[in-house]
Structure formats: structure tokens, C-alpha cells
């Protein structure tokens, strides 16, 4: 019974280790993304005309 709940707890603590590791990568792909998808949006404002949108639909 021991070993029972120590290999559940061994594997509540791996998902939590890997967890954090994926929240740790996305959040520098989601500045990333979030950054070049600002600098879309500011090249679209200089370049377009004034009557079109920034996104297209």
C-alpha cells in the first residue's frame, strides 16, 4: 500500500514538473507571437489606405 501511494504521488509530481515546463515554453511563444503579431499591425497601419482595415475579414 505504501509503494502504491508513493507511485501516485511520484506521478502527480512528473505531471506537474512537466506542466511547468510546457507553461514555461508557451508563455515565450505566445511574447513572441504576440510581439511579431504587433508589428504586422503597425506595418499594415503605415503602408494601407486610410479607408481599409488593419485585418482583413
Same mark, same amino acid.
Given at each position: 500500500m505504501f509503494w502504491k501511494i508513493l507511485g501516485v504521488v =511520484?506521478?502527480?509530481w512528473l505531471a +506537474? %514538473? %512537466? $506542466? /511547468?515546463?510546457l507553461i514555461k515554453g508557451l508563455v515565450w511563444i505566445l511574447v513572441v507571437s504576440g $510581439?511579431? +503579431? /504587433? /508589428? *504586422?499591425?503597425? *506595418?499594415? =497601419? %503605415?503602408?494601407?489606405?486610410? /479607408?481599409?482595415?488593419?485585418?482583413p475579414k
Amino acid at each position: 500500500m505504501f509503494w502504491k501511494i508513493l507511485g501516485v504521488v =511520484a506521478l502527480i509530481w512528473l505531471a +506537474f %514538473v %512537466v $506542466l /511547468g515546463i510546457l507553461i514555461k515554453g508557451l508563455v515565450w511563444i505566445l511574447v513572441v507571437s504576440g $510581439l511579431a +503579431f /504587433g /508589428g *504586422y499591425l503597425l *506595418y499594415r =497601419a %503605415v503602408t494601407k489606405n486610410p /479607408g481599409q482595415p488593419l485585418i482583413p475579414k
